[in-house]
């Protein structure tokens, strides 16, 4: 009797344990339900999203896609593409999450992968946090970096330290991260006093150092003065051009093609302003086709341009963005690099009152640009006025 009450009792305990065991299922298949319809219904509130962990955004994807998949219902698919491109325009720092999702889900689609991907190299620094840098695989450090120069405001540097924390993060990265350099970091681009720092570097060979300071080296016999001694404005008999009053005329110095392979320095002076400030661009237009000059500068396919009124900067009419620090006043020299040694930047420093000087890298990824528009690229320097009374003078190009 006793043993068959000893039976009885396991065999009850058996029942309650497979019972609290049911309920526990029932309860996270409400809980799974109830995050799945939430992921639905919330794909298109911005403010929901913004507030959401980037983890669990990834878990609602995730859920949706699997949903999708197993209840055979194509809408829930569809729904986590719109919850990825919703996420991303809610909050930029959900880019990287979205783009590890697209990496294991494809049919997040390839329009997903492009904006994250675009968020991304426009402001690295969402790299800079370590918990975000644990996310990135190498494919998808290979995906960011591969087209990098595309931006305008792309600066080596940055990358540099971003794949060094990433090194951090996981050892493992050491040997890739290497790779990555060789491939889309230009060394040469950076100053030299950036390049010292690099020597005991884990991801910067000491070929590819002793090549990079080798072709600043060599570039630095390269910079040109053009073959013109006194070069002169098309359409003027003189180094001095003047506004219309009218609109924004678009000038083009008559020199020869500034060629890849070079560092091209000249300066301008800027002998009139009716404002404050100049109500003008200067720049460079790469050898477009058709350069038309009834309009300002920054408005030219092929244009790159610098406004000294408000420190706009134009790629190829496009308002990249705005440094409120650069501003050209009556009586400024304004002087501009263009190095053609890597993939083209072109650097302005401002003489102001006192001798004062203020340097900025305005562009980069200017040759892939220009071939991208279907134009030779090489280049020649440019300005544009508008007012009557405003000049600016080719001063000449530095040896």
Known sequence: ??????????????????????????????????????????????????EKSSQDLLSAMQMLLRSSKELDIPELSAKAQVLASNA????????????????????????????????????????FKEEQLELVSHSMMETILKEKNSVADDDDVTWLKILESWCKVDKENISYASSLVAKYISLERLDSSDLVTLENSRIVTKDLLYEAFKAKALNKKKT??????SCKWQGVTSNLVQGCGKYQKTHVLDCDWLQPGGVYQWRIKV????????????????????????????????????DGYNGSKYDNRLTKSRDLSIKFQDDCTITLVLDLTGDGTLSVSVDEDGGARSHHVVFSGMISKARSLGASPEFRPAVSLYHSSETIRFLGFDA
């Open 271 to 306: 002998e009139n302003c009716e404002d404050e400030f100049l109500k003008g661009e200067v720049g460079v237009v790469a050898n477009v086709k058709d350069i038309n000059c009834n309009t300002y500068l920054g408005n030219q396919t092929g244009g790159w341009a610098l």
């Open 224 to 229: 040109t003065t053009s073959s013109c001694e």
């Open 88 to 127: 991303i325009k809610a909050k930029r720092s959900h880019s990287l999450v979205i783009l590890k999702a697209v990496e294991s889900h494809k049919e997040l689609g390839i329009d997903s992968e492009k904006m994250a991907v675009e968020i991304i190299r426009n402001d690295p620094k969402l790299l």
């Open 1 to 50: 009797f006793t043993q068959l009450k000893s039976y009885y009792f396991c065999i009850l305990i058996c029942i309650l344990r497979l019972i609290v065991f049911m309920i526990s299922t029932v309860d996270n298949m409400k809980e799974d339900t109830k995050s799945l319809l939430q992921a639905v219904l919330k794909a298109d509130n911005h403010t929901f999203l913004a």
